[in-house]
């Protein structure tokens, strides 16, 4: 009978111990699943903060292109008017239609060497209907 008894007590704590290890494992895979968790968080925090960094730089660079390219239309604009004070308005609209800084640039140039207005005139124009605004900043 003191063996039935002892076999019984046993067998208790046995199934006391492994409940308290199923117990700690169970913690244990717990604090293992919050730890990946947190770091897969932070990952994707910082892969969130490297894409909004990059789209505000973008949205910058494309602000200072805008800026840029307006400059000097503006510079080709008054260079027109300087040289050519009766120039129609419609010259500014052909103006405007270029977006290629180079191009503008090429036409500061060549405005200040046009012989009379009317080469001008044909200038700005051609030059309005050949540029392709897809390729502004190449």
């Known amino acids: 009978m003191g063996s039935g008894l002892f076999d019984l007590l046993m067998q208790e704590r046995e199934a006391?111990?492994?409940?308290?290890?199923?117990?700690?494992?169970?913690?244990?895979?717990?604090k293992m699943y919050e730890a990946k968790l947190r770091e897969q968080e932070e990952q994707l925090r910082r892969q969130q903060e490297e894409q909004l960094r990059r789209q505000q730089e973008e949205q910058?660079?494309?602000?200072q292109e805008e800026q840029f390219r307006q400059e000097v239309q503006?510079?080709?604009?008054?260079?027109?008017?300087?040289r050519f004070p009766t120039a129609p308005l419609a010259l500014v609209r052909d103006i405007r239609r270029i977006q290629r800084p180079s191009e503008l640039h090429r036409l500061i140039v060549?405005?200040?060497?046009?012989?009379?207005?009317a080469a001008a005139e044909e200038?700005?124009?051609?030059?309005?209907?050949?540029?392709?605004p897809d390729t502004a900043f190449e």
């Open 123 to 132: 200038l700005l124009h051609a030059a309005a209907q050949t540029d392709d």
């Open 110 to 117: 060549a405005v200040q060497q046009v012989p009379d207005l």
């Open 16 to 30: 006391e111990l492994r409940e308290e290890l199923r117990e700690e494992l169970r913690e244990e895979l717990r």
């Open 74 to 82: 503006q510079t080709l604009e008054d260079t027109l008017l300087i």
């Open 60 to 63: 910058l660079r494309r602000q």
